[in-house]
Structures are given as structure tokens and as C-alpha cells.
């Protein structure tokens, strides 16, 4: 059974640091991995999609990382500003059917 | 309509009453998930429709949760006799079929609190 595990649990940092958020999971034979943010009352933006085949993705100050034989992905985002303050969630697909297996979820909190 | 809609956005009623939540995907989008998100833990996987196959019940935790989808529009997840362990976010997610593993786009959800 896959599981996917977040570490850290939450996260402070002051504004303009480098944030990196860690995702693992147990089984290697994933389709792809996602990463989410999700604010406080509404619902999951989707920020990077990997395919099993990729080894990183880049949107703006965001990159992720994927190392599918070791399960790991990293997200990070550079130069950290007080609206990145949200939950990270990452989620692998297991087949072709392309339901998601979330972790528990990073929470971010960017002081100003 | 721009984006996955759900309704409503909050629902509280009392244990042993049922309930439907409402999902309206994208337009054109042809597979539909349902998630469930209790407090303090990830979200769960409950069941999958694609265009006119049979759903992917496989999430469902008990015979009290059913949920129906007609051709490629709205999707109603009913939970009969609910209890307190059902007070969750529920998230619905709808994804188009030519990209069968690209994202998902998920609506706002809909808070269910069971009293």
C-alpha cells in the first residue's frame, strides 16, 4: 500500500528565505507526482505536476524535484513571501486511473 | 462554468440524518473524484467516475456513502444515516480525459459538521 509521508509537519520562516518542503513515498511505481497549496477555507490549487519520467518542474520562484527510486520529491520556493503562507500538499497517482494518495500536508507560515 | 463548483458550502445536521452534497465539474471534463478531508488528517480518496464506465468505489468507507453521476455533468455524494465520524471537508475534483494522469482541479468544498 502506498504512503506518502510530509516532513515537516509545519514551517516558519521570516520573509525572503528559501523554503523547502520534503514528500516520501513508499512505493516507487507512481504515474506522477503533484504538489497542491490549500488556504483556509477553499479549495486545492494544483502549483507542479511531475511525470514518473521527469526528474523537476519550474513555475516562477517554485521548482520541484523528483527522485522516483529513492520515493522523494522536494518543493522549494525561493525568496519566500508572507502570501506563500498556506498548507503544501503533495499527492502521488499509482495508475492510469489518476486518483491521488495525499501526505498530511505541510503548513507554511511567512512572517513578515 | 470557470472552474469545479460544490454545494453547498456548508452543511450541519444531526447524526442519523442524510445528506447530498453537490459537485459541478468543468465543462468538457470527463472523469470526477470525490475526496474527504477530516481535521488534522490528509485527504482520502472516496470513489472515481470516468465518462460512462463503472465508478472506482474502492474509497467508499461504508454502504452509508453512495454517490451518482449522470453522463459527464453533476455528481451527488449521498451519506445515509450519518454519524459524527462523517464531519469532514468534502472535495470534489473533476480532471479531462485526454490527459488521464494530468491534474486535477478541485472545487472549494463542502464543510460537513454531524452533530
Known amino acids: 500500500k502506498q504512503e506518502v509521508t510530509q516532513i515537516p509537519a509545519a514551517l516558519s520562516v521570516p520573509e525572503g528565505e528559501n523554503l523547502v518542503l520534503n514528500c516520501s513515498f513508499t512505493?516507487?511505481?507512481?504515474?506522477?507526482l503533484q504538489w497542491f497549496r490549500q488556504d483556509p477555507g477553499k479549495g486545492l490549487t494544483s502549483l507542479l505536476l511531475?511525470?514518473?519520467?521527469?526528474r523537476e518542474q519550474t513555475s516562477g520562484r517554485l521548482n520541484a524535484s523528483l527522485d522516483k527510486s529513492s520515493g522523494r520529491s522536494t518543493l522549494y520556493i525561493a525568496a519566500s513571501q508572507p502570501g506563500d503562507s498556506a498548507t503544501y500538499l503533495c499527492a502521488v497517482t499509482g495508475d492510469s486511473w489518476g486518483k491521488l494518495q495525499f501526505g498530511a500536508g505541510t503548513q507554511v507560515v511567512v512572517t513578515p | 462554468g470557470a472552474g469545479v463548483s460544490q454545494s453547498p458550502s456548508n452543511k450541519v445536521t444531526e447524526k442519523g440524518k442524510d445528506v447530498e452534497l453537490r459537485c459541478d465539474p468543468i465543462?468538457?471534463?470527463?472523469?470526477l473524484y470525490w475526496y474527504r478531508q477530516r481535521l488534522g488528517q490528509g485527504l482520502e480518496f472516496l470513489i472515481y467516475f470516468q465518462g460512462n464506465s463503472a465508478p472506482d468505489k474502492s474509497g467508499l468507507p461504508s454502504d452509508r456513502f453512495s454517490a451518482e453521476r449522470t453522463g459527464e455533468s453533476v455528481s451527488t455524494l449521498t451519506i445515509q444515516r450519518t454519524q459524527q465520524e462523517d464531519s469532514a471537508v468534502y472535495l470534489c475534483a473533476s480532471s479531462s480525459v485526454e490527459v488521464k494522469r494530468g491534474k486535477q482541479f478541485f472545487g472549494p468544498g463542502t464543510r460537513l459538521t454531524v452533530l
Open positions: 465543462s468538457g471534463h470527463t472523469a
Open positions: 512505493d516507487s511505481a507512481i504515474y506522477n
Open positions: 511531475i511525470q514518473s519520467s521527469q
